[in-house]
């Protein structure tokens, strides 16, 4: 959280003035690395990250080799989720349904490799939706059963990415700039969300990706105003001061 | 890196400039003091397009000094990623400019410019200039004249290409100059590099990218901004730490500057 004498913003409601956070609005997801109380560690690595949408749509890994690396203080002063991009991933229920949602994330992605990076992925093989480091082109994608490119990525850039699915039109959103749209719309398969890699599962194999989550949030649907709050909030507190 | 996602947000993104909402602060604008002179590359509502070229930057001071050029050929070109990913006016070094009505009639004032040359000819580059040629704020000056006012020695041009702030403080027509560069004017002054040709009425019709003299900036211009009176010290640094995290030049401030670690706010 921020340091009390700096809580000079305030968002009224009917009992009393708090900061604006996405407890305020619908999440299907919403993960928060800066939030501890929602990591359980296994040493210095994550077994649970907690959803805080309410839905305890958490993300879970089992197996210690393949858990992330929990980094208290990373981007901003603030703690972030690291996955290694060579066996870490993190599983859990995506709460998403119809053809309309939105994705909202603060990464990450650390190297620029031969191989694709699947930073948030549906864990069945080409369904939507998809985050990833696409290196043909450079880019950060998303998927929604085709391939929208949202301009270059370089490595280590710490970036908000954002993307809104309506009935015919994907957007994506780069620091609250459309980067791309496309008009194709695969309905998100609910069946589960991965981050650290696509779900591919097959040769070359399932693109795991070195990537640092500091917070990401999904929704069903989202309007204009919501999305420049969210993009409002996630600026300020991973990238602002 | 702090502001590393805010300065990303759209210039017109209602979180662009103030963080309260989200415990974070209202950051420093121009608008906060009086100016003589705000124009901002930033801002494309200010940026009047002829296909690919401008013909007018309009004047944010609420001042109308709008600065335009009605012939197309010297029309400097809108680049939104020129300068180091962010936008600025290119100018082409042969003839573009923009000018602006005659009435900066003040005694004292402040100039602070962002810019960068993108080529190192001509040797001499002129950022303002008068029409009239005998004032101008030189980015690069090999050489020295009887109507050059502000010269930063061949030695302190930045070695490279790089990107920098640049502020020219009139205290009055008659006064020696003060120059900074990414506050290094003490260092400047100091070494006896700020040279002092004596200052004229500062009453003449500036224009950006070309002088009398023949002196074109081959350059980009990202913003500018002209205050009332001679900055005090404390205006001062504030407008350069505005302008530093801005344009992502917070680098170049001097340790010990004010907002070198983090943007003034309000």
């Known amino acids: ?96 349904s119809g053809s309309s949602y939105s994705v909202f994330g603060v990464l990450r992605i650390r190297n620029a490799t031969t191989a694709q990076q699947g930073a948030l992925c549906n864990d069945v093989s080409g369904t939507a939706p998809s985050v990833y480091w696409q290196p043909s082109s450079g880019t950060l994608n998303v998927y929604n059963g085709t391939y929208v490119a949202s301009g270059t990525y370089t490595a280590n850039q710490i970036d908000m990415i954002g993307a809104t699915q309506t009935a015919s039109t994907l957007t994506v959103y780069r620091s609250g700039v459309v980067a791309g749209t496309g008009g194709a719309v695969t309905a998100p398969n609910n069946t589960g969300w991965q981050i650290g890699r696509l779900g591919l599962g097959t040769a070359p194999g399932f693109n795991y990706a070195s990537v640092d989550w500091a917070e990401m949030l999904t929704l069903n649907s989202v309007d204009t105003t919501t999305r420049k709050i969210i993009e409002g909030y996630l600026a300020w507190k991973w990238g602002g001061f | 890196m702090p502001m590393e996602l805010v300065r990303k947000l759209p210039y017109d993104h209602p979180y662009r400039w103030d963080g309260t909402l989200f415990g974070g602060p209202k950051l420093w604008r121009p608008n906060e003091i009086q100016t003589a002179l705000w124009l901002d590359a930033e801002d494309a509502s200010t940026i009047t397009l002829n296909g690919s070229t401008v013909s007018q930057w309009a004047d944010k001071s609420g001042n109308n000094r709008h600065f335009s050029q009605a012939t197309a050929a010297s029309q400097p070109a809108y680049n939104l990623t020129a300068f180091g990913g962010r936008p600025a006016l290119s100018f082409d070094g042969v003839d573009d400019r923009l000018g ?36 101008y704020l030189p980015i690069a000056a090999s050489g020295n004249s009887t109507t050059q006012v502000f010269r930063i020695n061949a030695a302190n041009d930045p070695a490279s290409l790089s990107a920098y702030l640049t502020g020219v403080m009139v205290k009055d027509k008659n006064s020696t100059p003060t120059i900074t560069r990414n506050d290094i004017f003490n260092s400047l002054r100091n070494a006896g590099i700020v040279e002092s040709l004596g200052c004229p009425a500062f009453a003449f019709a500036p224009q950006i990218g070309l002088s009398a003299g023949g002196y074109q900036l081959a350059g980009l211009v990202s913003e500018v901004i002209v205050s009332v009176n001679d900055s005090s010290t404390v205006e001062r640094q504030i407008i350069e730490g505005y302008l530093a995290w801005k344009w992502a030049l917070e680098g170049s401030l001097p340790a010990g500057h004010p907002y070198k670690n983090l943007p003034p706010t309000v």
Do not use: E
């Open chain 2, 100 to 135: 602006a009505a005659l009435d900066f009639t003040a005694t004292g004032m402040s100039w602070y410019v962002v810019c960068q040359r993108t080529s190192a000819t001509p040797s001499t580059q002129t950022v303002i200039s008068s029409a009239a040629g005998n004032t």
């Open chain 1, 1 to 96: 959280m921020f340091p009390v004498s700096r809580f000079r913003g305030r968002f009224r409601t009917k009992t009393s003035w708090s900061l604006w956070t996405p407890a305020q609005i619908s999440t299907s997801i919403w993960f928060d690395a800066s939030d501890a109380a929602t990591i359980t560690l296994n040493g210095s690595t994550v077994s649970q990250w907690r959803d805080k949408s309410g839905a305890a749509r958490h993300m879970s890994q089992a197996t210690a080799a393949s858990q992330p690396t929990y980094i208290a203080s990373s981007i901003n002063g603030r703690a972030v989720v690291s996955l290694d991009g060579s066996n870490d991933w993190m599983s859990g229920a995506t709460g998403l």
